[in-house]
């Protein structure tokens, strides 16, 4: 809030909208007395809307990225921006102009972040349909785009995994800004981990303080010789049992979404 001669402002700006989404700005303010000579708004530096309670038309609107004004819900102190983007993402602030005498003015403003939610949870890809003791799991959980990037987060048996578990990946970029995270798992499989047969393994996406959080779960089955022979039963062709085995594991990984 900045004050100017007896002129108060306070700028109320959405501190995050989904992309798609109209976005309504306030411009709140006190002249004390005084008479309005006009409220304009700006992006960063760069005015795109104005209102001038004398002029014809009182509103005014000037071409600036990633900014569509609506001009029927805007007025000196309500600015509202329709199909708002990943460009709208900005500092915005008010400017509020007193007439004379005093020509005071004042301004405020605020950050809006523009978020791209995922239109799908992570989805998890190993090197193994079956794994035994003895051998490492190594997965991969890769979030859906969005903007910003989604934090993703390993879980074993509902326990969050150890950082010396992990394996960062830088992440991919996309047209239009938005981003793809990647975060991998090796855990060695023992006693420790196998909990009634299986392994429960979670990954878990989060974007954003509280916007959206999605999960995708998966069973990584124990195999000793007897679980073994009995997901191959029925077939003496190989080619045949292989595929039970793969329709049986994506099952498990299914139940446990």
Not at 137 to 154: F, R, V
Not at 183 to 197: C, K, Q, R
Not at 199 to 225: F, G, H, I, M, Y
Not at 235 to 248: A, D, H, P, T
């Amino acid at each position: 809030m900045s004050p100017g001669d007896g002129l108060t402002v306070k700028a109320v700006v959405p501190r995050y909208k989904i992309r798609g989404e109209t976005a309504v700005l306030r411009c709140d303010f006190e002249l004390e007395g005084a008479l309005l000579y006009a409220v304009k708004w700006y992006r960063e530096n760069e005015e795109f809307y104005r209102y001038v309670p004398k002029s014809d038309p009182q509103k005014t609107s000037y071409v600036v990225d990633g900014i569509k004004v609506d001009h029927m819900h805007s007025n000196s102190r309500q600015l509202t921006l329709r199909d708002i983007t990943l460009k709208t993402t900005a500092n915005y602030r008010c400017e509020v102009s007193a007439e004379a005498p005093s020509f005071a003015s004042a301004q405020d403003g605020g950050r809006m972040e523009v978020i791209y939610l995922p239109k799908d949870g992570p989805y998890i890809t190993g090197d193994k349909s079956i794994y035994q003791f003895g051998d490492t799991i190594n997965l991969n959980c890769t979030s859906a785009k969005s903007y910003p990037a989604s934090s993703l987060h390993w879980f074993i048996n509902n326990i969050s995994a150890r950082e010396e578990s992990l394996k960062r990946y830088p992440a991919q970029k996309h047209p239009r800004g938005l981003v793809t995270t990647t975060l991998g798992l090796h855990l060695p499989l023992d006693a420790e981990t196998v909990l009634n047969g299986a392994v429960r393994v979670r990954c878990v996406a989060v974007l954003s303080p509280v916007l959206w959080t999605s999960d995708n779960e998966k069973v990584l089955p124990r195999q000793d010789k007897r679980e073994a022979l009995l997901l191959v039963t029925g077939s003496s062709n190989e080619r045949k049992s292989n595929s039970v085995v793969v329709f049986l594991f994506l099952i498990l990984i299914h139940v446990f979404f």
